[in-house]
Nanobody
Framework: QVQLVESGGGLVQAGGSLRLSCAAS????????MGWYRQAPGKQRELVAT???????NYADSVSGRFTISRDNAKNTVYLGMNSLKPEDTAVYYC???????????????WGQGTQVTVSS
């Protein structure tokens, strides 16, 4: 099996910063795209940022310029640096990854359990 475990969430004041981490473990041959999504109360889950295995990044307009996604392929870990946080960034943040468990098999998509980020005004 494959597990994605997020960490780094918490309570921060508006204008502050947080750094989320997500480590993938288990039966892993390779990881393709990794990303972060978030879901606020009463809203649908939305994309925050993604990063390819080669380092190409993509951001939601709402976080572009404030958030930075990065990854350490040797550690199967993806990070999300969040600066200039706003109350509207409050949500549960979920890690996502496309993982190949064995050579010559398909990639499967996995989710973490989520970590709460709360930004107070």
């Amino acid at each position: 099996q494959v597990q994605l475990v997020e960490s780094g969430g918490g309570l921060v004041q508006a204008g502050g910063s947080l750094r989320l981490s997500c480590a993938a473990s288990g039966s892993i041959f390779s990881i393709n795209a990794m990303g972060w999504y978030r879901q606020a109360p009463g809203k649908q889950r939305e994309l925050v940022a993604t990063i390819s295995s080669g380092g190409t990044t993509n951001y939601a307009d709402s976080v572009s310029g404030r958030f930075t996604i990065s990854r350490d392929n040797a550690k199967n870990t993806v990070y999300l640096g969040m600066n200039s946080l706003k109350p509207e960034d409050t949500a549960v943040y979920y890690c996502n990854a496309d993982v190949r468990r064995r050579r010559f098999t398909d990639y499967n998509n996995y989710w973490g359990q989520g970590t709460q980020v709360t930004v107070s005004s």
